[in-house]
T-cell receptor
Framework: AQSVTQLGSHVSVSEGALVLLRCNYS??????LFWYVQYPNQGLQLLLK??????LVKGINGFEAEFKKSETSFHLTKPSAHMSDAAEYFC?????????FGKGNQVVVIP | KAGVTQTPRYLIKTRGQQVTLSCSPI?????VSWYQQTPGQGLQFLFE???????NKGNFPGRFSGRQFSNSRSEMNVSTLELGDSALYLC?????????????FGQGTRLTVV
């Protein structure tokens, strides 16, 4: 079964610094990968997705992720953190007609 | 275009009671999935409905059930509530079933069991 692993439940980043959230996947078939963001008391909003094609995927709010098959990774980055990026971020893989989510990263932005 | 609507947003129930949550998908979307989110277990898949048929089910007890109506609206029901059922229940709608199309999530229903 497909699965994803996110390490480090809490991530602190200074305003203006690089945001890097790591995601590694396990899949027996070419994966469909997603990053979602969740703000307090809200549902999930799609940041970006990888299905096929270009391995560098650009999403909303300045985020991007690179699919690396050799490393089974799909890390999320943003060059410069903004206070509004404080939220919880989930990596997910689609398989068996469902999304399987990682445990999430709670991002704290320090002014 | 209206998003996914979940009602109610908040709910408090007593152990042993049953509860019904509602989800209205985006117009034209035929697939509705339900997820449970808790601090300990994270986001877990409950079930998926497509064209009024349950296509997939996660690893939850039979107390958790659902259905989908001809207009694609979906309900999930939890009977004999337990304290551990306290969670945020999220509904997601997609255009199709069994594809990589984007899943749009509602704001969720926060269920508290006391």
């Amino acid at each position: 079964a497909q699965s994803v692993t996110q390490l480090g439940s809490h991530v602190s980043v200074s305003e203006g610094a690089l945001v890097l959230l790591r995601c590694n996947y396990s899949s027996s078939v070419p994966p469909y990968l997603f990053w979602y963001v969740q703000y307090p008391n809200q549902g999930l909003q799609l940041l970006l997705k990888y299905t096929t094609g270009a391995t560098l995927v650009k999403g909303i709010n300045g985020f991007e992720a690179e699919f690396k098959k050799s490393e089974t990774s799909f890390h999320l980055t943003k060059p410069s953190a903004h206070m509004s990026d404080a939220a919880e971020y989930f990596c997910a893989v689609y398989g068996n007609n469902r999304l399987a989510f990682g445990k999430g990263n709670q991002v704290v932005v320090i002014p | 275009k209206a998003g996914v609507t979940q009602t109610p947003r908040y709910l408090i129930k007593t152990r042993g009671q049953q509860v019904t949550l509602s989800c209205s998908p985006i117009s034209g979307h035929r697939s509705v999935s339900w997820y449970q989110q808790t601090p300990g277990q994270g986001l877990q898949f409950l079930f998926e409905y497509f064209s009024e048929t349950q296509r997939n089910k996660g690893n939850f007890p039979g107390r958790f059930s659902g259905r989908q109506f001809s207009n694609s609206r979906s309900e999930m029901n939890v009977s004999t509530l337990e304290l551990g059922d306290s969670a945020l229940y999220l509904c997601a709608s997609s255009l199709e079933q069994g594809s990589s199309t984007e899943a749009f999530f509602g704001q969720g229903t926060r269920l508290t069991v006391v």
